[in-house]
């Protein structure tokens, strides 16, 4: 079930409340009056914002503007941390950690520590007294989903949610019989406490639309996801069906590989260097495979190999490529001399009766051989329109 207890479930136990009030009696209207906590009525988040220059320029970016719940103590206060930017959304409550007495004056800030988790919900967590009159709430532009999920957290795990379906799991191989309506898809192999990160960008796009329910990444079906591993089995769906034919040995596939390995899962992949070179290295292969092509445009192609296939494994009968300039050298050869026969045939004679005359059979022949020879050779000698490749070098 969601939380629905509101601060006072949060805080009951705090013994640090400055407040005249015992927490055990308080109620929501008058733990809100403490001094720990405000309502944000406004935020400062670009230079749009009427109070942009009031609050610093770009040096106050996330100073919020607050509120007590009855309205009698406002003022304005900004992030406790400046490396870590996750501000709180209008209606959403803080926890003010340093209050000065000069806040009201502008001359001091508070400090604040967002946001209290009053429904347990990554997405917005704002106050529902929204019914006074005294409470002066700016428009936000934030819209709230119902539907973002809360990733299940396993024992041991650090977990860093946003507010839309993101999230970076710095977790570990974990199976519980308690947390079977939970289960996680990468702690089927390994031990107890092997190391796992899961970078997520996006929820299934089929999730459920009841938000407070948590849920577990699914590396098939979000829509962005990076694993680094250690000893787990991701069960990724490769979308060439792991058909390694290319290979005489093929490598284990990256659902059942047990070793460290970073999987990379999206729609599309981009991988570009702006100003030097992409390297991919391994000790054993590195593997491309597509299921309609694989593209390669670039003004040089060099490939150094002391052995190179073209064709299908399947192809037993293995044959070399031909040396182009040593080919046209023996080609010419072969040709000039057989150019030379027929040119000698061109006078041939035939003795009728024992008196000479030419044989015009056998010099029609000739001469149609010479011809066509010589066309041969002048192909094999033009290298703009011969034979060899101009683009396609072997060494």
Known sequence: MINRSG?????????????????????????????????????????????FEEVGGWGGMGTIFFTNLDGTLTGKAQPLFSNIKSYPIIR????????NTSANSGISPDFYINNINLWGSANYNPTE???????????????????????????????????????????????SPTLSEYPNNWSSTGSKGDPILILRNGQPLNASSIGYYPISEDIN??????????????????????????????????????????????????????????????????????????????????VNSTNIKLGSIDDRQLQPVLLGNDTVILLKSLVTEVRNIAKSL???????????????????????????????LNRLEDDIKGIKSNIVKII
């Open 92 to 99: 959403e409550i803080v926890l003010i950690v340093h209050e």
């Open 221 to 302: 079906n979000d829509l962005s996801s990076i694993y680094q591993t250690s000893t787990q089995k991701i069960p990724i769906n490769v979308i060439t069906n792991e058909n390694y034919n290319s290979y005489s040995t093929k490598p284990i596939s990256p659902s059942q590989y047990t070793f460290p390995q970073i999987i990379c899962n999206s729609d599309r992949i981009i991988i570009n260097a702006k100003n030097d070179s992409i390297l991919l290295s391994a000790n054993k292969s590195v593997g491309l495979s597509s299921n309609e092509s694989i593209n390669i445009d670039t003004k040089q192609f060099h």
């Open 129 to 175: 007294y929204t019914k006074d009159s005294k409470l002066n709430f700016k428009p936000s532009p934030f819209t709230e989903k119902q539907n973002i999920h809360p990733i299940i957290s396993y024992p041991g795990d650090t977990i860093y949610e946003g507010r839309f379906g993101n999230s970076l799991r710095l977790g570990n191989t974990f199976v």
């Open 7 to 51: 601060l006072v479930g949060v805080v009951k136990n705090a013994s640090y409340v400055q407040s005249n009030t015992p927490i055990s009696s308080m109620s929501d209207n008058n733990l809100l009056s403490t001094n720990l906590f405000r309502i944000v009525t406004d935020i400062v988040l670009d230079n749009t914002h009427p109070k």
């Open 346 to 376: 061109e006078s041939a004679q035939i003795f009728p009766n024992g008196v000479p005359s030419p044989d015009v059979a056998l010099q029609s022949t000739s001469q149609t051989a010479v011809t066509n020879l010589n066309n041969i």
